[in-house]
């Protein structure tokens, strides 16, 4: 199995995004290549770690993927850069949990 830090890259932080964690909902920024499946078991791994006791361990329940493009920028008056293409998850845990460290 590929290292699940290699495919949960960061949490996305924004007013919307811990909005969702209240509806046990959460944002990741994730690599564009990995599947949902990879993408559920990363984030299960990554918060399990240490976990023994089955109701402390989290679950995934579904997993929205979404491919944002990167935008075009104008770095100087005449000059044009791009900001790269990214992916976004947005992981659902079973009812009644929730990830330690969001702010919710």
Do not use: C
């Not at 996305?12 to 499946?37: D, Q």
């Not at 984030?43 to 997993?63: L, M, T």
């Not at 491919?67 to 770095?75: E, I």
């Amino acid at each position: 199995m590929i290292d699940p830090h290699n495919i949960v890259l960061m949490p996305v932080l924004t007013e919307k995004s811990v909005i969702l964690g209240s509806e046990g909902k959460y944002a990741f920024w994730v690599n564009p290549k990995a599947n949902r499946t990879e993408i559920a078991q990363a984030i299960e791994a990554i918060f399990n770690e240490g976990k023994k006791k089955e109701k402390d361990r989290i679950q995934v329940v579904k997993v929205n993927v979404i491919s944002v493009r990167g935008k075009t920028k104008r770095t100087n008056w005449r000059i044009q850069g791009r900001r790269p293409d990214r992916k976004k998850a947005i992981i659902t845990l079973a009812e009644g949990q929730t990830l330690e460290g969001f702010g919710v």
